[in-house]
C-alpha cells in the first residue's frame, strides 16, 4: 500500500480524530462524575473506558503520519490499556459487591442516553472516512463497543429502579469490562496480523 493510499495527511482525517477526542474527554468527565454522584460501577466503569478512549485517540493523531510500524506500536498500546481498564472495573465490582452499593437508576438512565447519542455521531464521522489502517479501526472499534455498553446501562438503570437493588449495576460493569476485554484482544491481534501483512508485502517485493 503507497503513501497516497493510506492518505495519511488527510485534513478531514485529523479533524475527524480530534472531534472523537473531545467528545470522548467530555464523556469521560460526565461518565466519571455522574458515577460518583449515582454510585454507580457502569457509570464509573463507562467513565474510565471514555478515558482510555481519549488516550489511544490522542495517540491515533500522533500516529497519523507516523510508519506503519508506529502505528501498529500506537494500537498495542490502546488494546493493552483496555484490558488494564476491564482489571479495574472488575476489581471495582467485587469491592460493590462485599461491601455494597446504592446506584440511581434514573441517573444511569439519563446519562446513557446521552452518551448513546454523542456515540453514534463518533461512529459516523469514524466510518465516513476511507483507507481505514489499524488505528482508524481500533477507534471505530472503541465507539461500537462504548454504543452497545449505552444500552447496557439504560436496561440496568431500569432494572435498578423497579427492583431497588445493586446487582444490575454491577452486571453491567462486569460487562462493560468484558466488552473492553474482548475489543483489547481484538485489537492486539489485529496489530499482530497487520504486522504479517506487511512482512508478507515486502517479502513480495524483494522477490
Known amino acids: 500500500m503507497t503513501h497516497e493510499e493510506l492518505d495519511l495527511n488527510s485534513p478531514d482525517k485529523r479533524r475527524t480524530f480530534w472531534i472523537v477526542l473531545v467528545l470522548n474527554a467530555l464523556l469521560a468527565a460526565g461518565f466519571l462524575f455522574s458515577g460518583v454522584i449515582a454510585d454507580s460501577n457502569a457509570l464509573l466503569a463507562n467513565g474510565l473506558d471514555n478515558t482510555s478512549d481519549a488516550a489511544v485517540y490522542a495517540l491515533s493523531l500522533l500516529a497519523l503520519t507516523r510508519s506503519r510500524g508506529w502505528k501498529r506500536g500506537a494500537a498495542k498500546v490502546s488494546g493493552s490499556m483496555l484490558l488494564i481498564f476491564a482489571g479495574l472495573v472488575i476489581i471495582d465490582a467485587v469491592r460493590r459487591y462485599l461491601t455494597g452499593s446504592e446506584p440511581l437508576g434514573w441517573t444511569m438512565i439519563v446519562m446513557a442516553i446521552i452518551a448513546a447519542a454523542i456515540n453514534l455521531l463518533s461512529l459516523y464521522l469514524l466510518r465516513r472516512l476511507e483507507h481505514k489502517d489499524v488505528n482508524l479501526r481500533a477507534a471505530i472499534t472503541f465507539s461500537f463497543n462504548d ?3 449505552n444500552g447496557g446501562i439504560i436496561v440496568a438503570g431500569a432494572l ?6 445493586n446487582w444490575p449495576d454491577l452486571i453491567v460493569g462486569g460487562a462493560v469490562a468484558g466488552i473492553a476485554a474482548y475489543g483489547g484482544v481484538e485489537i492486539l491481534k489485529d496489530a499482530h496480523m497487520d504486522k504479517h501483512e506487511e512482512q508478507g508485502t515486502a517479502q513480495k517485493r524483494s522477490d
Open 147 to 149: 454504543f452497545i455498553a
Open 160 to 165: 435498578i429502579f423497579i427492583t431497588g437493588n
